[in-house]
């Protein structure tokens, strides 16, 4: 099979750069002021599976960054992480290899936890910041994100996690569950997962994503929260409470909508969000 034959039957796999030793997948496209986007923790995911449809618009605009996180994807794994720094040095790592000094960001849901905690360890990088679905406080862990985390394998499991996901479960094709199954056992794609995430105590893991609420309230960044109303994964209160903190935030909640903000309101987040980049808040 040739390279481009290979890109077409596997559109998730982009460019590769080794990052602390271990290779990282990553999606470059566009021109312009550098957007990084970081993806969610659902079993499956890949930068590609979470920001497909959000990639070919933001391009237009800007030069849009989509990473697999260790871990995650066809990104390589450190193994379990219990602590959120090896993500925030990944991203650093990338950036600086890339040759971009500063850029702007979009986090959903674990990678809205990577993105402030990435803007807390270094402020003077980051232009502006999306967080969608959040974490990155500490709340009672919900039972979706409970189940999320505790997947194990199976077409079932699979189906349940996307109906979490989704507010309207007629985009839960048995194509794309198939697919994101496909992805979630693929070759060490469950363990690394499971080692940082499963366990018996998974509250844990939201302690483990947490900024210092201190730390969150001094950052300087204009910042646009996005959540939707029926989000099942990450409570509404989590955003409701960022947009306290952050005093130069603004926030937009969405009807009709779950966890999935950047595909089922796929229209008004790209265009939200690209007003947002490029004309900041609006007094």
Not at 71 to 77: A, N, P, R, W
Not at 177 to 193: L, N, T, V
Not at 206 to 212: E, N, P, Q, R
Request: charged residues 20%; negative net charge; contains cysteine.
């Amino acid at each position: 099979m040739s390279d481009s034959t290979a890109k077409v039957a596997r559109p998730e796999i982009g460019k590769s750069i080794v990052v602390d030793n271990v290779a990282t997948n990553y999606h470059d496209v566009g021109d312009g002021s550098p957007v990084l986007l970081v993806h969610g923790s659902g079993p499956g995911v890949t930068g590609w599976a979470n920001w497909q449809l959000n990639l070919p618009e933001l391009a237009k605009e800007f030069r849009a960054v989509a990473p697999d996180m260790f871990g995650f994807g066809y990104s390589g794994s450190k193994g379990r992480i219990e602590d959120k720094q090896i993500w925030v040095d990944q991203i650093a790592s990338l950036l600086d290899q890339l040759g971009i000094d500063k850029v702007s960001m979009i986090g959903n849901s674990f990678g809205g936890a990577i993105t402030l905690a990435f803007m807390i360890a270094h402020p003077d990088r980051v232009d502006r910041a999306v967080l969608m679905g959040s974490v990155g406080l500490e709340f009672p862990i919900t039972p979706a994100l409970d189940y999320i985390w505790g997947y194990e394998p199976s077409l079932e499991a699979m189906r349940a996690t996307l109906k979490y996901l989704a507010w309207d479960h007629s985009r839960l094709t048995e194509e794309l569950i198939q697919s994101r199954y496909e992805a979630s056992i693929g070759p060490g794609a469950h363990e690394p997962y499971n080692a940082t995430f499963g366990g018996s105590n998974r509250q844990a893991n939201i302690t483990m994503l947490a900024s210092c609420e201190e730390d969150i309230a001094a950052l300087p960044h204009e910042t646009l929260l996005l959540h939707g109303l029926s989000d099942q994964v990450i409570p509404l209160d989590s955003s409701l409470r960022l947009a306290n903190l952050l005093t130069k935030s603004d926030l937009h909640v969405f009807g009709e909508c779950g966890h999935w903000v950047q595909i089922e309101r796929l229209a008004s987040f790209n265009r939200i969000v690209t007003e947002f980049f490029k004309n900041g808040l609006k007094a």
